[in-house]
C-alpha cells in the first residue's frame, strides 16, 4: 500500500528548469526522510540529494549543488525536486525514496521507491 509516485519528468533545453514532485501515501510521511537518485542509460545509480524529516538538514551531490533545491510539504505528504540551469548530464530517471532514518547518499538504506520520471535536457 506504500507508494511513491513522481511527476513532472519532461524534455527541456539546456538552462532551462523543472520541478519534479514525488507524492506519497500509505505510510505517516512525516516521519520518514526522502531522497532524490537518478540513473542514466548504462550508468549506476547516483545520488542527488536528501532531505531530513524536519527538512533541517540536506546533503546534495557536488554535481547539483547551487543549481537544485529540495524541499518537502508534510502537510501534502510531497517533495520536490527543483532542477535550474539544467545541463545534458542531467538526463535520466529521476527515483523518489523513502527511509525512516537519514542514510543521506547511502541507497541501500531507502526502503522505499518510486517508479521514476524520465528527465531529459537537450543541447
Known amino acids: 500500500q506504500v507508494q511513491l509516485v513522481e511527476s513532472g519528468g519532461g524534455l527541456v533545453q539546456a538552462g532551462g528548469s523543472l520541478r519534479l514532485s514525488c507524492a506519497a501515501s500509505?505510510?505517516?510521511?512525516?516521519?520518514?526522510?526522502m531522497a532524490w537518485f537518478r540513473q542514466a542509460p548504462g550508468k549506476e545509480r547516483e545520488f542527488v540529494v536528501a532531505?531530513?524529516?524536519?527538512?533541517?538538514?540536506?546533503d546534495y551531490s557536488d554535481s547539483v549543488k547551487g543549481r537544485f533545491t529540495i524541499s518537502r510539504d508534510n502537510a501534502k505528504n510531497t517533495v520536490y525536486l527543483q532542477m535550474n540551469s539544467l545541463k545534458p548530464e542531467d538526463t535520466a530517471v529521476y527515483y523518489c525514496?523513502?527511509?525512516?532514518?537519514?542514510?543521506?547518499?547511502?541507497?541501500?538504506?531507502?526502503?522505499?521507491w518510486g517508479q521514476g520520471t524520465q528527465v531529459t535536457v537537450s543541447s
Open positions: 525514496a523513502a527511509a525512516l532514518r537519514y542514510y543521506g547518499s547511502t541507497a541501500a538504506g531507502y526502503n522505499y
Open positions: 500509505g505510510m505517516p510521511f512525516g516521519s520518514y526522510s
Open positions: 532531505i531530513m524529516r524536519s527538512g533541517t538538514i540536506t
